[in-house]
């Protein structure tokens, strides 16, 4: 089960990552009207907020968790 769980966090967290990073090339910085609609629109701040503060969360997050994991490898690897 735990697997499943890490394998689904990667998956999500690609995706949020992925768009993150073509978000910037997707929209027209000079155009408002282009990304006025956007969610967190019409707004370029809002829109880049939006669209690409999860994809910046989800990058966080699996740093961690992969930190924290093989932390605790190591550990259980030093106590034996």
Do not use: C, T
């Amino acid at each position: 089960m735990k697997r499943v769980l890490w394998v689904l966090a990667f998956v999500v967290g690609g995706y949020f990552i992925v768009r993150a990073l073509m978000e910037p090339f997707v929209i027209d910085f000079s155009d408002p009207s282009s990304y006025a609609e956007d969610w967190g629109g019409p707004s370029l701040f809002g829109v880049l907020l939006v669209h690409m503060g999860p994809g910046v969360l989800a990058a966080a997050l699996l740093v961690w968790l992969v930190r924290r994991n093989d932390r605790a490898k190591k550990a259980a690897r030093d106590q034996s």
